[in-house]
């Protein structure tokens, strides 16, 4: 079973940076897309940003662009999501996930894997 594992969450101010990271056990066909998304307390959970193992491309929601960035290292099968600018709002439960290809964020496509989250605070 392919597990996923988040790290890098935490509390910070306003303005303040955060790189989460998300360690896959093992790379295969069934995980070769990635994504984070993140679920604010009592809301939907929502997808962010995304990136394939396998090709330089990369998505993003709109409310991800410009401050957002997914990276990955094949090497350490792990990607990341840099946060800038963070926001009182941006607080959530941050996931990431796995599916075979995409383009999973219209729901075409189901997620194959998914972490258990890394909570992130923002304070004013």
């Known amino acids: 079973q392919i597990q996923l594992v988040e790290s890098g969450g935490g509390s910070v101010q306003a303005g303040g940076s955060l790189r989460l990271s998300c360690t896959v056990s093992?790379?295969?066909?069934?995980?070769?897309?990635m994504g984070w998304f993140r679920q604010a307390p009592g809301k939907e959970r929502k997808f962010l940003a995304a990136i394939t193992w396998s090709s330089p491309n990369t998505f993003y929601s709109n409310y991800a662009k410009g401050r957002f960035t997914i990276s990955r290292d094949n090497a350490k099968n792990t990607i990341y999501l840099q946060m800038t600018s963070l926001r009182p709002e941006d607080t959530a439960v941050y996931y990431c996930a796995a599916a075979n290809r995409w383009p999973f964020w219209t729901g075409e496509v189901d997620m194959n894997y998914w972490g258990k989250g890394t909570l992130v605070t923002v304070s004013s």
């Open positions: 093992e790379r295969s066909y069934s995980n070769d897309a």
